[in-house]
């Protein structure tokens, strides 16, 4: 039987050897890591992006459309002003030139009998157009679905979160005001517009202080 000298082996070479794979395997798994870090950051950066460009369109809509629905109560306060206490609409013809000019998108046609003293009775064939306001959230979604949303850090994604779920009221207060204008029930449909005012004011706040603050997500 032979036996192994131990003196025959190269130590400094098996140990050189042993070192460069040490080594190769540990750049291996860093150059891994890094680069699955580099993907990341990137899908991170594409998915804020997107985000932000969703919450831009969402803000330029809803401040359009909030102006236009919340004529709607005006409008109503007006006429329910220049009403009598029996219900009937008497104005003089100055008053009711300024009313329709400022309604104008409300009023289709106007009849009048003289009600005596300089004054009318009016008659007011009207239509209310609610702005309906396409609020997406396509973009916040997907991030969620793909994972990447978790690489956002605590204080964006509870500020995304909360900014979403303000956009959702939005849209349950905006389905209410629509099923309210069906029924025609003006009351519903103003008490419903008051609400939404606050939550939309509330919701552009939030716009704001996120596109504000965005790129601290990064």
Not at 38 to 54: F, P, R, S, V, Y
Not at 178 to 188: C, G, H, I, K, P
Request: proline share 1%; hydrophobic share 40%.
């Amino acid at each position: 039987m032979r036996f192994f000298n131990i003196k025959e082996f190269n130590w400094k070479y098996i140990f050189g050897e042993i070192f460069l794979l040490f080594v190769g395997i540990n750049l291996a798994i860093w150059f891994n890591d890094w680069n699955a870090s580099k993907t990341i950051q990137k899908d991170k950066e594409i998915a804020l992006e997107k985000i932000e460009g969703e919450i831009k369109a969402n803000l330029d809509e809803l401040v359009a459309n909030s102006v236009l629905n919340q004529k709607i109560p005006s409008f109503f306060t007006e006429i329910n002003r220049l009403k009598n206490e029996e219900g009937a609409l008497i104005t003089t013809p100055e008053e009711m030139r300024v009313f329709t000019k400022t309604y104008d998108a409300y009023v289709r046609k106007v009849d009048s009998s003289d009600a005596g003293n300089g004054l009318y009775k009016y008659s007011l064939d009207t239509f209310i157009n609610l702005e309906i306001t396409d609020l997406s959230s396509i973009a916040w979604e997907v991030s969620k679905s793909t994972g990447i949303f978790h690489e956002f850090g605590y204080d964006c994604l509870y500020d995304l979160q909360k900014l979403y779920n303000t956009q959702d009221l939005v849209k349950i207060e905006l389905n209410n005001a629509t099923e309210a204008l069906r029924n025609r029930s003006m009351q519903d449909l103003v008490r419903t517009l008051e609400i939404m005012k606050q939550l939309e004011d509330q919701l552009q706040e939030q716009y704001r202080d996120l596109l504000a603050s965005i790129n601290d997500c990064k």
